[in-house]
Every structure is written in structure tokens, then in C-alpha cells.
């Protein structure tokens, strides 16, 4: 699966980059594991999701005011198990839960590490059998020892120290960073391990595919729609028009425009005048991912990672893929606004 044939794991190969650290104490590595053990258990369910009871709706909403499907609820407490028995973390915040997660046995209490999560991103697709995936980011703890608290999650992007995802498809990857590259890890289901199969993740300068609900249209503000038109070829005479690809799983369309070069752009519109998607579990961690490999990432007009969380639950506009299209499209936002003032 690498160049020398020789198959590396996801532990083999955290085990090796943590001798790179001499004053490493294997914690983060370990977390990760963790990670990888409770995504190998959802990664189960998903792929029988249409011969058990776990399709379809709980009859509930969360506190976003999305439908809950079973599968959310399954990858939610699966996640925050197997996070919570590893010992190396000390608090966990959920997409699916209001509040933090403060864990607080003998072991956990004192530990280094917060991370936030989207246990399932893309849940709406579970039923029609299209790519959803995880999210999540880990932060180094602000408070001391002790109990966790609010201020250890409400941490700049910037300060994360790993984040990735892993994307539940016709494979099952894990992508992630720790501040040195991309890497990518596809599970053999024949050894059950995740192993290295996509080393130094680069994404591409630019790109031929733009993501985005193209059905809110009328709502997006003028910039938006007029860098839709540049997409669609309607700006530039000689310019060949790029390919919409939207699959409404933010996690599969950021991963198929990682590997071979676009945009994805979830923008505010007039009912969502702050954006849908929330910073600390789905926007910081894969802002992270996508700096990491060479792209970008913005809300129009400042960098994802330098914005200040404010709440748990902080929503934003999000630009995300490759750095010119990223670029391009914050001029077109800047001339739009420009136009709206004057």
C-alpha cells in the first residue's frame, strides 16, 4: 500500500513519528487509537446499516434542529465510550450533546487532551447509502488538572495539536494531521487494521469542481451568486465551466475536492445569516486538515482557524478546498460586499 510494499498500521505508524518527539509521553498517540477503535465498530454498523434496525429516525430532533437518525445516536455513544475508557482525554464535546462531556474517573481527570466531535457528519444520507463520515479535533487542555472546563474547548483552530476525519465509503479511510502533513490510513476489513495508503497528503493549487447546495441560490449574497456564475463559465468568455459536485456530506465532498482539487462553500444566507455549520467540529478540524495538505480555508474574509469560539456550538460560513479557487472566491465576496455598501 506504500512504496516499499511493507503494509503499515495506524499504530505502527504513530508509534514511529512519536520517536521523532524524545519528550513525547505517547498520549496523543494512544487518543488516536482510540479514535481509530471507535470509527473500525461505527464503520461496522454503517456498512450492515440496511440488514438491522439502525436506519431511519429516532422521531426526534437534536438541538440543531436536525432529524436524529439511529445511527447518529450509535456513533455518538460509541465515540464517547471508547474516548472515555482510553484514558487520555479529560472532556468530550459532541455535536450531539448540549453540553460538554466532563470525565472524571481517577485516570481521566488530570489528562492532557479535549476533543470535539461530529460523531456522524452527513447523517441524512445514512438512508440512501451515500458517504457520511466522523469529525473530530483535539485540543491541548487550557485549565491545569481537575475537572475540564468550557474554556478548554472554546480554543482558536490554530491551537489544535491533531484533527481529522475518517469517511465511511466504497473503502473506510482515516485522514489526519498533527501540524506535520496529511496522511492517509484505509481499513482492511481481511486484518481489521487501518493502514497507510495515502503518505504527505497534497492538495492540488486549483481545481475543476465547486461544492455547494446550488438550490439556495436566491438566498446567497451577491458575491456567492456571482462567483457561481464565474463557475458555471458565465464571467469569462474563454473560461471552460467547472463540474458542481454536491453530495450534502460535507465530510465525502471535502475529501473527494483534498485528493483531487475544488472548493467546498457552505455560505450564510438570509435565514442562516451566521452559516450552518458549526466551528469547532466540523469547520476547525478539517480547516486544519486542508492548511496541512495546501489549501485553504476562510469564511469570506478572515481565516477559519483564527476565528475566537465563542460557544460550543458556534456557527460559520465556510470556503474550504484548494487555495486559489478559495481566493477567487473571497475576491468575488469582497467585490460583492463592496458594491452592497456603496
Excluded: W
Amino acid at each position: 500500500m506504500v512504496a516499499d510494499k511493507r503494509v503499515i498500521t495506524l499504530e505502527e505508524y504513530t508509534i514511529q513519528k512519536q520517536k521523532d518527539f524524545p519528550n513525547a509521553t505517547g498520549d496523543l498517540s494512544k487518543l488516536l487509537r482510540d479514535i481509530g477503535l471507535a470509527a473500525k465498530i461505527v464503520n461496522k454498523q454503517v456498512n450492515k446499516a440496511g440488514l438491522v434496525d439502525i436506519l431511519g429516525t429516532t422521531g426526534g430532533n437534536n438541538l440543531h434542529g436536525d432529524e436524529v437518525k439511529k445511527l447518529d445516536i450509535f456513533a455518538n455513544e460509541e465515540f464517547i465510550s471508547s474516548l472515555t475508557h482510553g484514558g487520555q482525554c479529560c472532556g468530550i464535546a459532541s455535536e450531539e450533546n448540549e453540553e460538554f462531556i466532563v470525565i472524571n474517573d481517577e485516570i481521566s481527570r488530570n489528562a492532557k487532551y479535549v476533543v470535539s466531535i461530529d460523531p456522524l457528519d452527513g447523517s441524512s444520507n445514512i438512508d440512501v447509502n451515500v458517504s457520511i463520515g466522523t469529525i473530530f479535533s483535539i485540543y491541548r487542555r487550557l485549565s491545569f488538572s481537575g475537572s475540564c472546563v468550557l474554556e478548554d474547548f472554546l480554543q482558536k483552530g490554530t491551537q489544535q495539536v491533531a484533527a481529522g476525519y475518517i469517511i465511511y465509503g466504497s473503502s473506510t479511510m482515516m485522514v489526519y494531521t498533527t501540524g506535520y502533513g496529511v496522511n492517509g490510513f484505509t481499513l482492511d476489513p481481511s486484518i481489521g487494521e487501518f493502514c497507510l495508503s495515502h503518505p504527505d497528503i497534497k492538495t492540488p493549487e486549483s481545481g475543476k469542481m465547486y461544492s455547494i447546495n446550488q438550490g439556495n441560490f436566491v438566498n446567497f449574497e451577491e458575491g456567492i451568486r456571482n462567483y457561481i456564475r464565474y463557475c458555471e463559465g458565465r464571467e469569462e468568455k474563454d473560461q471552460e465551466p467547472y463540474s458542481l459536485r454536491y453530495i450534502g456530506s460535507m465530510v465525502a465532498d471535502f475529501h473527494r475536492n483534498l485528493i483531487n482539487g475544488g472548493i467546498f462553500i457552505y455560505p450564510k444566507t438570509k435565514s442562516r445569516p451566521k452559516g450552518k455549520l458549526r466551528l469547532l467540529y466540523e469547520c476547525n478540524p478539517l480547516s486544519f486538515v486542508a492548511e496541512q495538505a495546501g489549501g485553504k480555508a476562510s469564511n469570506g474574509f478572515k481565516r477559519i482557524l483564527e476565528i475566537e469560539p465563542l460557544e460550543l456550538h458556534q456557527r460559520t460560513p465556510i470556503l474550504i478546498g484548494s487555495k486559489s479557487m478559495v481566493e477567487k472566491a473571497e475576491e468575488f465576496i469582497a467585490a460583492g460586499t463592496e458594491a452592497e455598501v456603496s
